[in-house]
């Protein structure tokens, strides 16, 4: 199954199996180990008392095939030490990490994390929204510090049926959204960079309008220098007081002061934040607040979508090295 | 109309409490020094009782009111109520069905990914400054979990059709196995929580239904397992659900309600896979001003001789 690459000279065993570059552990390697990859030789550059460039240049100069994870930014820099690579598979449901366009300069295939995670990070948003309408979080914190007593009502919350829900990138992610909310009675409506004719849902092709007609904006989009901090003060304001934010693609796709301001000043209901421009920071004024619901980016971590990102990853893997189609090739750079 | 005497027994919603106090001669029992002796005082002149899922009309209350006509409860349930004393003296109940079933519904949901994902637990994780150290931990997927639902009415089947948006198998227990419903019957609760994965109360509670949860019930639910209770806390034998929780028998529970409110166990306070809300299930804006209108509707109904609203008895 695993076609034997040709190398030039370096001094591993097990030349008969494929080589394959990780430059830091993905989590799923720290959660399961690497036996799930046994099919493979994996060079392990984290190991290696050498700096990164040396390690590159001596044992990295005829691998074809990267597993990245996607906290590791991968630039021209890393790329120009390795000559022979054709494919880089990431568990990062994100790209933001990639050097797109210099990767498809240079014919670099990609191998995404596909759908594998669609369906934990959909799960993620929708419990996020449900707790910041409905206040779990807040109610939980109130009935374990005692104050539940017959006299003073617990604040209400807000129903979520008939809520306009705009949802910011119909992707794989956004799709699963969409169609938790619709069980909901909410209503969905959409911005995208492509209209997709599949679908029913009202189309926006900006988001500005988007939130104008909307009482929840769920961010579901990865990020690229398009949509860094396209969530801006504007964007917020037309939301409205009533308005909902919830974030489950990355920090930087929203403005995060103004995000802040917004809150603090009233001129948004609440947030559901996963991500967060500078991880593991967060805005201190964000910490008090019983209107915001938080979480350490970790939408996807659940050992069923780890588990299935292992088997997702080598099948990646072994359908470069057999010459077959990717699973997860990422078009439309 | 303003000679008619209505009370109302705990206080539950301010926009209730004030056009009742607009439209009749109102008697706020909580505010009474000693109850029984306002009761008797005002008897005469109560014709109608207000009550929610908190407090109703008991038979020792109804006795005391011999011109008692209508019991108009602010929730679904009427457990607090003696409906058969109600009967027997032909007094007329109602509730307010349908106009919260989407909300609880909603609540049964967001506990379930609450507990199983650990919203409130990696919430605290963040705001303690816990994250700057290291990962939260994994959490249970939540999608594709098989749910089990005891009770499939209004309730009920609004649970299913949110899950099953998330790829959830739905299965069931019911006093009688329904003929169109393409969810898997089980004849017993226990057989219920032996197959599945999260378990959820949503049958009215009754003689029958007390302590339907019960250890047995628990145990088949197992350490995997989680309990979603957005009925009534006399549904779950407590003392049993608390034990099984700290000992590791059942591996989550989401509460909405318990069997002496507001008091919660305090043993639950330290355990995190738990959430505790102060019964909630449906407080929102919108449904409570809904539900106001439908017990506003149904006195104004009764005092005009015209066929009430949503009537039980």
Redesign the interface.
Known sequence: MATPNHPGNHDHQSKELPQVLVLEPPPIMK?HGDRFLNDFQLLKAWESPLPLDQFLSIHAQSVKALLTPGRYPLTRNILQLLPSLQLVVTTSAGLNHIDLPEFQRRGIAIASAGDVYS??V???A???L??V?????A??????KGL????T??P??????SKRVGIVGLGSIGQEVA??L????CRIMYTSRNKKPSVSYPYYSNVLELAADSDVLIICCGLTEQTRHMINKDVMLALGKEGVVINIGRGAIIDEKELVQCLVQRELAGAGLDVFEN????PREL??MDNV??????AV??????TAMCEHVKGNLEAFFSNKPLLSPVMNI | MGSIGVLMLIPMNTYLEQELQKRYNLFKLWTAPQKPQFIKEHANSIRAVVGNAGAGADAELIEALPRLEIVSSFSVGVDKIDLAKCREKGIRVTNTPDVLTEDVADLAIGLMLAVLRRLCESDRYVRSGKWKKGDYKLTTKFSGKTVGIIGLGRIGMAVAKRAEAFNCPICYYSRTEKSDTKYKYYPSVVELASNCQILVVACPLTEETRHIVNREVLNALGPKGVLINIGRGPHVDEPELVSALVEGRLGGAGLDVYEHEPEVPEELFGLENVVLLPHVGSGTVETRKVMADLVLGNLEAHFSNKPLLTPLV
């Open positions: 959660l369906e934990d959909a799960d993620m929708v419990g996020f449900i707790d309408l409905r206040k779990i979080s109610a939980d914190r109130y009935v374990r539940w007593d017959t006299k009502e617990f209400l919350g807000s129903k979520l049926c169609k938790r619709q069980a909901f009675g991880e593991p920071h967060v910490l008090t619901v938080l979480s350490p980016h970790r971590r659940t050992p069923e979508s780890l």
